[in-house]
């Protein structure tokens, strides 16, 4: 958070105002103005294979056991054509439609028409009305925090049908799995081409919009840095928090929910991914007014990368260890039991006390005690599209001594523990740590890349004050 700030005259604000090409920090902060060829090369990519990727990985299971190799083994030799596989393929139903509007529904619901009441009763939990971090343009947004209470009540009523009112089956997500595909599909594009639209005709904060001129990037990457419809409804937090994460836990009861219909029990592997998984995601909505100061509220402009991503690609792709287990059930022995669960428990750990201590030096402006010392920091200042200096301190103390990233370093030893969870039978399962070490990896990147573009010299007296990124004394 900013310590102070001061403003600079009118005059000199309108001389160096927002315009495509500037050179000034304050310009570079947030995603790019202008694309290189690889940039949009890898937009295009994206684009393109993307949507390939996720319906390749769910049609593996459902038609090859969860296979990657055995699809390509049958269309290289001749043994099927891609029509084959693509008329098995589940067909768009009304039931998934139905099933999949009224999910969507029922969160826009519950983040829209019902104020946080849990922050009232739960002691550390912050909810409600928050403020987020300062926009580029220096705007700063307010949020209504409250994803735990919708978590709660979503699955309040998911066990109270299992166990009473049986309107539906448990197994009921896992059934309409493909179906649901394709609904979740078509609510990522029309989202996404929702947004450039608006980003282009009636966007929420004109100043805090960035155009390239490339269709392909700004569509992938966002125009509106904070789209938003009336007072509450904002697209980056409605979206990167319900409808997919809320899901993820319901995906993953109902994979255990199919276990236990074909094979009349749930193996501890499935506990295990389910429990490791639910921490997680209650981690997430428990710290969701920490979550207004990351990366994908703080920088992330609004377009197909979050509508589409967060739609389809986080609730499809990263409940794979789940689905896996579906069509391979693993029992695990005592130890490798225990072994997994100790470094999912220890990744967590690290996970929450890194991002605990960066929360606390915040919050208490560095003062504060971290491992029981005052804690090292380095002042940086920066500027903001509106002419406003601001001054930050970055902290080089605790975990944050240790690596640049260290929070990040947790994530994927969590990551690793899902997928050491399945066994090492397919290769599929391990797709989720593959994609989060180079997710994280290209995040570290473009996270310093746009603090060097904000910071300057002052970040490059951080960086060589703290010199490694996600692992002390390696990278």
């Known amino acids: 958070m900013a310590a102070h700030q001061e403003k600079k005259p009118p005059g000199e604000r309108n001389r160096k105002s927002a315009q495509n090409g500037s050179q000034t920090s304050q310009v570079q902060w947030g995603r790019a103005w202008e694309v290189d060829w690889f940039s949009l090369a890898s937009v295009i990519f994206l684009l393109m294979f993307a949507p390939l990727i996720v319906y390749y990985f769910i049609m593996s299971c459902d038609q090859y056991q969860c296979s990657l190799i055995d699809p390509l083994v049958d269309l290289l030799k001749g043994n099927k054509h891609l029509s084959d596989i693509w008329n098995k393929t589940p067909a768009l139903t009304y039931r998934a439609a139905g099933i999949y509007t009224l999910w969507v529904t029922f969160q826009v619901v519950l983040y829209v028409f019902i104020p946080d009441f849990c922050h009232?009763?739960?002691?550390?939990y912050v909810g409600g009305v928050q403020e987020g971090a300062i926009t580029p343009a220096g705007a700063v947004n307010k949020?209504?925090?409250?994803?735990?209470?919708?978590?709660i009540i979503?699955?309040?009523l998911w066990f109270a049908n299992a166990y009473y009112f049986h309107f539906f089956s448990p197994t009921i997500i896992f059934d309409n799995w493909i179906p649901l595909l394709w609904c979740a599909n078509i609510l990522g594009y029309l989202v996404s081409t929702f947004a450039m639209i608006k980003g282009y005709f009636f966007p929420t904060n004109a100043t805090d919009c960035k155009f390239t001129g490339n269709?392909?990037?700004?569509?992938m990457m966002g125009i509106e840095f904070n789209p938003r419809i009336g007072k509450w409804f904002d697209f980056k937090l409605f979206f990167n928090g319900r409808p997919g994460i809320v899901a993820w836990t319901l995906i993953n009861l109902s994979y255990a929910a199919k276990q236990q219909e074909l094979y009349g029990q749930v193996t501890n592997s499935m506990i295990l991914v389910n429990v490791l998984q639910g921490i997680y995601v209650l981690d997430f909505f428990w710290n969701e007014a920490w979550y207004l100061k990351t990366i994908d509220i703080c920088h992330d402009h609004f377009g197909w990368y979050?509508?589409?991503g967060d739609c389809v690609w986080l609730p499809?792709?990263?409940t794979l260890q789940g689905l896996y287990l579906v069509y391979h059930p693993v029992q695990l022995g005592t130890a490798n039991a225990i072994g997994i669960w100790i470094l999912g428990l220890i990744g967590y750990y690290i996970f929450r006390v890194t991002n605990h201590q960066k929360d606390l030096f915040r919050q208490t402006n560095g003062?504060?005690?971290i491992w029981g010392k005052k804690p090292e920091y380095i002042e940086c200042s920066y500027m903001s599209v509106d002419g406003t200096k601001h001054y930050s301190k970055l902290m080089t103390s605790g975990f944050w001594g240790w690596a640049r990233h260290f929070n990040y370093t947790g994530d994927l030893m969590g990551s690793l523990a899902y997928c050491l969870a399945c066994g090492f039978d397919h290769i599929l399962p391990y797709f989720y740590i593959v994609y989060m070490t180079?997710?994280?990896t290209h995040r570290c990147i473009r996270d310093e890349h746009r603090c060097l573009s904000k910071y300057g010299k002052d970040w490059k007296r951080y960086t060589a004050a703290v010199p490694y990124r996600l692992l002390p004394g390696i990278f």
């Open 120 to 124: 009232k009763f739960l002691p550390g």
């Open 143 to 151: 949020y209504e925090i409250n994803g735990l209470q919708a978590w």
């Open 154 to 156: 979503t699955h309040v």
């Open 215 to 219: 269709f392909f990037y700004d569509y």
């Open 306 to 308: 979050l509508g589409w």
């Open 316 to 318: 499809y792709l990263y």
């Open 367 to 369: 003062n504060c005690k």
């Open 438 to 440: 180079i997710l994280l």
